[in-house]
């Protein structure tokens, strides 16, 4: 039952700015308490949303300077890059749509970016931005959060470890409710954007989720993916992106081993389901099972033994794991706290960037650009397939 | 807490034979405690093994007058036809191969007949058997044991009565992993008729658990399937059928809702599995989910209130799983009480026909040969539309 | 996945009596059904009901023979003794105040007796039928069926190996919520009984689910109990008996190792609670904990080692739950098959007396009339020391 | 599904000072990431440890103006309270004995008081603190933090409106495993001090956990406690203070219902058991259950209906429960989330004293110093009761 304060640093936090976020949203709350908790980052700037009234009052209510509320990303990047005290990165939390100019703008401005999913509304907009990272240099961080989870980690340094032997089947879900209804008709802000092609891309559950399942999926299992067979509806009268996704999954063969194969569900009209992200993975020496709605426990059977509850800095804990984790076994962490060890390896990357020949971290992972454009592709993979009724799409 | 032995009856029990179930079978000894749990039948006849020593040593080990133990299906259908004394009815246990012949044997011969599943080892077998049934007018019972547990019952009753609106969304699965390894390579007679063609027919997997889920499914949601698209595999090396199967369901649409969609998941090769069978539904108005290994309990949502666990013989548990039910809530029943109520309602099948113009009892509910036929065509659609690299193959 | 017919045997089946278990009772038909699930048993004979009308109806329904139908136990044990195909065992189901004259009519008879707990209303009449039983040498089982559940019987050997080390706590609870209102108003036939000091006894929760708890305990941890301090409740209005006991529990020294210490908590008033009876011991070594809701599964947690979920039949299932256990993991048993475990164990020792020199099985285990003394110590023991206000009193 | 920034202030946030919690120490990094977490808190002083290397290093590890790190809590508080930019309050999270004088201090100096539990090491120290709380009319919060979880906030508001009825039973435990063998001989900081009478007091797990429970007991239940009857063991051999404690719980009666009794378990030395605290409170209309490791969740049961699954801001959930939360249902919050929402509540106290004739919070809610006296009060009383052999003993 050791105690941690590992994330506490003597040295100064890092100058965070925000791009959306303002009053109503639900995102950019998420991404201010993930930034504080580990003391790492201190917000100082912001441009909170496109309504300027909003913005401003928006900017009151969390104590922004004044003159660091801005009517404009654009503006903000502009300003900012000037300042001697200028931020030193920008969280983008806005509609999936805003993703790509604000980032370039940032990028551009030489500020680091740290970004919500999916990174664009468009795969051509991905590869477009993946190019500007690479140009700039500069860190660039997709808050794929459930990558934070410390039995997330450890399963993924499991599967790495080669304790499932090669993977054969990984089953990924992430069903929901919110959406059984047609909420998006009674104004309510989180429905609306992401129901329209215009603002979320091409994908409705897809993208909001199955986003996340699938990159969960490859977080953990290692592996990549050749191509998806996939089913989408539009259950709900009128709705225009789909809200349930059945999607079948091959991913690419891996030395001498079968191609793995896979299914990935993704819905919003599944009533029961609040947020139940679920991922399975199973090879030829092991099982694996973890559920984001009890993320305190991953499931292990090593075949043929009998199975065995790993928990986050329980007895069966391994190092990658402790190293994300801030209390003692049985006292449960959250969602928020797997939010903020995103921000933590943030905050590693931009502290080994602020340093001269500042070698980073080994063992800084964080998802990436790269993370980002696959995740597009996937959306986009599953809405062609779709089209093609069901044909096998590559990425 | 009030207890029920609605099962016992002062009238005799019904005369059973059994074909296959000899030593070291599984099945046929789940089969005869099943007959015997609720003293509705008697075993007094058996071709319990194509191996003569072994049809006889078992026939000893249960008890038979050894008059009645005969070297094949086919001798036994004829000699006890003729007894004043003869079976009623037949449990038929064997390999799937067999399953045709003997029922057809037994129907000719005037005989009732319980039969294991999948129905058939082919299509074209199973149809030539339900023609027979209907011709014969003899009781057919296909033991999808599953369908018995109270609590599916339930299930399927609340999503006819439209608890759960329109029904969108089915998920089903059946993963085990027994077969992660080549357990038919040592001689284990249960895993060596099941990964060989000649006695399964097209599907391995698919065949021995998927149809136990896409029977689930259809009982339960009431929907009828209207085609599938398949990815299967045989992980293990040198394995001629399917220990994996990932498949995609289009079910028909019913009324003016959009058509429900689905996944089915069946495998063998699972570590962590024991008898994994799952199913959801989802509706406009609410959603079920249940498990097999915990079979007494019924998750419900009415869309927007909170989860309820429904527990067999519990507060909110109905009339319809009442019916199905031995002991009061929260003593657990399991397996053979689930598989025994399959034998329940065929012996009140076979009581109704033995009574002159006696009507069949109104709530009867069991697997029928039609049943049977859909789920062999389940099979070889999805084997089907496997080889055509997934293209949408109807049943 | 092995299957097993362990339990059928070639032999005849053992000539079977009831006492008590007519129409509206519920114990006596899961007598029945445990008597005859392994094939065991067969019923030829009956007592009942004290109610003449009901007696014969509930005979009729049962379909034995109407001579055999009796009047009362007296008779019954008198006529079925002079049989030569008289009843060999008598299964006693009756309310507590009978099972003593009962049992003494049939042991006197030369009967064997299956008699469901507590074993008398008495203390002084429990140790009266245990010198009855150890001077008539007949076969005396106590129907503690949960003593029956596979890993209940793996938890025990695992103890008594060593794999908990020394045992210091043992946490025992049985709440249930069908008494939590005066169900006995209302002329429920088991509430009655059960609420009514002449019929059962010095306890009410205490005596019904109590000492199944305590025998657990017992069973399980291989320890004695020195003393209890007991606070006891009728909590409903005008009820006479105990539907709540609180009571600590002190175990006696086990070589050199501090006594074990422990809580038990019978509730007939806890809404939530079915039948939610639950063991938990722990020891210097590890843990296990046990629910009898799910019983197919038992975890164990050797100290400083991840969890491991245990499972009937499954990868950690020892040879002790094996044999008595029916079907593969995954697939449940529940209440029904514990019950037949103690039938079937009782078949053995009945079995073996009726071999010459027949040597009883060395595995054998089942609760005996010790364990009934025992049990009834300990309801009288509680309340005792409840109404000394607590003060810690012998067994 | 929104979301919620509802802590987030435009206001500057308190400034707050730490005795203890340097180098080593656990509980210290929760308070801070607690006090930071909703923006309410910035650390600005501290005396972290008693050691002055340690205190100093601490300071440095987390960027306190070396001016203000201070060597002892007494001059923390004379210095402080100089300061125009003094710290308004103070986080003391030392070991038990020294909360009592550090508090004293503190509240001497005029400085807000958040003291971690139990409130100090004697209930005569506990009432004169109470005394000085009152004299003073400083604000003093007690981080009983489990009271902070947001389904506990639920519980407690529906045991009030009388959704249970009348309440019977509670029962409360809080077993836990790390202390199963003698950690304290091998240096281990957390072990050494609370297995010390003289730094923990009278209690062992009684204080360190069974505090813990009690307060979740009467937080919930709304009950007041009458007495226990208490046993207690050391069970590892030369442990100077209790490691398991089993003690029976009176409560006061209420009203003209029947006085609603307890158990209360609080153990060190169960394997498998991380931070097992759970409550059970069951009344004439329903019963509650909730456990800390999984704490998004509340199992209500009205009697007669199906059990509920009441999730943290799901459908079932309350303002009351809403008011504490931060993410949309379906995305766990955990341990330092409830803490945080003591802290929040102190804030919001804190701020209302800030403000001239400002009114409290209406729905304020933390535990005091008179929680605090309880605590210490059940503490002693179990003790004395164990060394009176159990006799029950009035708080």
């Not at 994330?7 to 308490?33: S, T």
């Not at 749509?97 to 551009?108: I, R, Y």
Request: proline letters at 5%; charged letters at 25%.
């Amino acid at each position: 039952m050791v105690g941690a304060s590992k994330a506490e640093k003597g040295g100064g936090p890092i100058r965070l700015g925000m791009v959306g976020g303002g009053q109503g949203a639900f995102i950019g709350a998420v991404h201010r308490i993930a930034a504080r908790l580990d003391n790492e980052f201190v917000l100082v700037a912001g441009a909170l949303s496109s309504d300027p009234a909003r913005a401003k009052a928006s900017a009151v209510e969390l104590g922004l300077d004044p003159e660091r509320s801005y009517g404009s990303f654009a503006e903000m990047a502009k300003a900012e890059a000037k300042r001697p005290d200028g931020i030193e990165a920008v969280a983008i939390v806005t509609p999936n749509n805003v993703h790509f100019p604000a980032a370039k703008a940032f990028l551009e401005a030489g500020i680091h970016v740290i970004c919500d999913k999916p990174v664009t509304s468009t795969l051509a907009d991905a590869k477009k931005l993946a190019a500007l990272v690479e140009k700039t240099g500069k860190v660039f961080v997709l808050t794929h959060n459930y990558t934070g989870y410390p039995m997330i980690r450890q399963a993924r340094e499991m599967v790495a470890k080669g304790q499932l032997g090669d993977v054969r089947v990984v089953q990924a879900e992430y069903p929901q409710d919110w959406l059984t209804e047609a909420l998006e008709t009674t104004g309510q802000k989180q429905a609306s954007w992401r129901v329209d092609p215009k603002q979320s891309g091409a994908g409705g559950a897809l993208g909001d989720i199955g986003t996340h399942a699938y990159n969960l999926a490859r977080f953990v299992s290692g592996l990549e993916l050749d191509s998806v067979s996939a089913d989408i509806d539009a259950f709900v009268p009128g709705r225009l992106l789909d809200d349930n996704a059945n999607v079948l999954l091959r991913f690419k063969a891996k030395g001498k081993a079968r191609a793995a194969k896979g299914m990935l569900w993704a819905s919003q009209v599944a009533p029961g389901n609040e947020n139940g992200l679920k991922l399975r993975v199973y090879g030829t020496k092991g099982g694996l099972e973890w559920t984001q709605a009890d993320p305190n426990y991953l499931w292990y059977t090593p075949f043929g033994q009998p199975k065995q509850l790993l928990t986050r800095a329980g007895a069966g804990a391994t190092a990658i794991a402790g190293r994300v984790t801030r209390v003692p076994s049985g006292h449960p962490e959250g969602y928020l706290e797997g939010f903020a060890n995103i921000y933590q390896e943030a905050a590693r990357a931009i502290r080994a960037a602020r340093r001269k020949g500042g070698k980073p971290d080994r063992d800084m992972v964080f998802p990436t650009v790269q993370d980002g454009v696959e995740g597009v592709a996937f959306v986009e993979a599953c809405v062609k397939s779709a089209k093609k009724n069901g044909a096998w799409t590559k990425l």
